[in-house]
């Protein structure tokens, strides 16, 4: 009896001790990631970061949750079913903040950017919801309580490793894209571990992959901020470009170098012959002191005279291919990319229509073994 007596005292304290943590290390992270939201998101409308700080207040609530039932003996239903429902919270606002990654692996993009991703996602979680409120005041039930939850996780967690590796890859920090999948299958072993029953192990088990899931909340929301201080292009002025045809290898090779872009360590990118043609003509009509290149008309269907530049598209192409090789495919966005780039390179006429020229002074150019 003794022994029995002691051991529901070293639960109590334990599940008392784990609550605490629990309430106040999620709490204060929720806290810090709204603090980065707010300072920086905020002014950009992403609301991304606010789901994934709500998901990590569904564990701080949680923890008050542990603490309000650590002395309660009658209270097996209720607990794990305040622990379910407060779980599905959790992974929901996961799934919600999944559309407002930057990078969405191309396989699963159309299915998270559509207009039915909140439909895929809520449906679920209102079933299960529903059964979890029935099964907690069931006298049958309890079984099925943690099985509900533990499904729509491991649910959540196929998309959320899958979108955390790529936004992370596609930032090139490859290390914490790894450490990301680590972390998602603990937090697979932790879900799978709370079919077993054993208190004290899914105790560790939840303390760890918890605990891992912020740090991995916080480096994401870190490696946001810092790809929005590197990729800030610096005036045209500070931009430097050289044009270069390569006949030393068996092939030639029409290679350019823009330096000056803040964490490109290499600026040396390759383009094909027309797109080299299309940025030689502007270098050297901005070297030669006649800047202006002529835009051809849409309408204009005469034959007999010859534009500098088809139509604008030939830009659209030189901009990407410049973007491809310095930030990667897929790796750069259009509002934060492909718009500074182009304005920070090129300018279009304010009094006359349809021509443009570079922006760069041309001091700043050089053309080599052309």
Known sequence: MTDSVSQQLSDTHLWSFYGWWQLSVCLFAFLALMAIWWHIGRKRGDLGQVWLALSVLCWSISGAVEVAYASTTDSGPLLEGWRSILSLFNSLFILFALPWFRYIPTAISGLINSKYWYFLVGLPFVFSLMATFSKMFSVYGG????????????????????????????????????????????????????????????????????????????????????????????????????????????????????????????????????????LLKFAQRKIGGDHWLEIKPKKDLRSSKEYDINDHNQIKRLVHSMLDGLFGKGCWSKEQHEIPLREALFELSDKRERRMRLRLPAENISILNT
Not at 203 to 220: H, Y
Not at 229 to 248: F, W
Request: hydrophobic share 50%.
């Open 143 to 278: 079984g099925l309580i943690s099985e509900l939850d533990v499904y729509y996780a491991v649910f959540t967690l196929v998309f959320l490793g899958y979108v955390l590796f790529w936004s992370f890859a596609k930032r090139r920090l490859m290390m914490l894209a790894y450490l990301s999948i680590a972390c998602i299958l603990v937090t697979f072993a932790a879900q799978l571990y709370k079919l077993s029953g054993s208190n004290v192990n899914l105790t560790l088990f939840s303390a760890i992959f918890k605990t891992s899931l912020i740090m991995i909340f916080f480096a994401l929301a870190l490696s946001w901020v810092k790809e929005l201080v590197e990729n800030v292009l610096p005036p045209s002025e500070k931009l430097y470009l050289r044009l270069q045809v390569n006949r030393a290898s068996h092939r030639v090779q029409y290679q350019i170098n823009l330096h000056g872009i803040p964490g490109q360590t290499n600026s040396d990118l390759i383009l094909t012959p027309a797109l080299y043609d299309l």
